[in-house]
């Protein structure tokens, strides 16, 4: 059973930084892609980045290109979310998901995903 675990949510001012982390335990088998959604109250759960295992790739929604970044480290098996110039509308609960399927279809829907993590809460404020 794959059990992620992320890591690093809190409270900032706008304009600062986070960085999320999280770690998939529990699969020998590296996840061919590793995402970050995320759901603000009263909103439907959405995609903000992915990256894929190889070749190496990186996937971002349009209004956090520029500001966030994503990154794997294959060897720990972990993803990490660098969010830069954070806004208050970047307020949300963040999703880690991990998908282990190589015939993955699109990797901005959630379905795609097999394995999600718990959450962790993301408030920046004005």
């Known amino acids: 059973q794959v059990v992620l675990v992320e890591s690093g949510g809190g409270l900032v001012q706008a304009g600062g930084s986070l960085t999320l982390s999280c770690a998939a335990t529990g699969r020998i088998f590296k996840p061919e892609t590793m995402a970050w959604f995320r759901q603000a109250p009263g909103k439907e759960r959405e995609f903000v980045a992915a990256?894929?295992?190889?070749?190496?790739?990186?996937y971002y929604e349009d209004a956090v290109k520029g500001r966030f970044i994503i990154s794997r480290d294959i060897a720990k098996n972990t993803v990490d979310l660098q969010m830069n110039g954070l806004k208050p509308e970047d307020t949300a609960v963040y999703y880690c998901?991990?998908?282990?399927?190589?015939?993955?279809?699109?990797?901005?829907?959630?379905?795609?995903?097999?394995?999600w993590g718990q959450g962790t809460q993301v408030t920046v404020s004005s």
């Open positions: 990256a894929d295992e190889s070749p190496i790739r990186t």
């Open positions: 998901a991990a998908n282990y399927n190589p015939l993955l279809v699109d990797r901005r829907k959630m379905a795609t995903y097999e394995y």
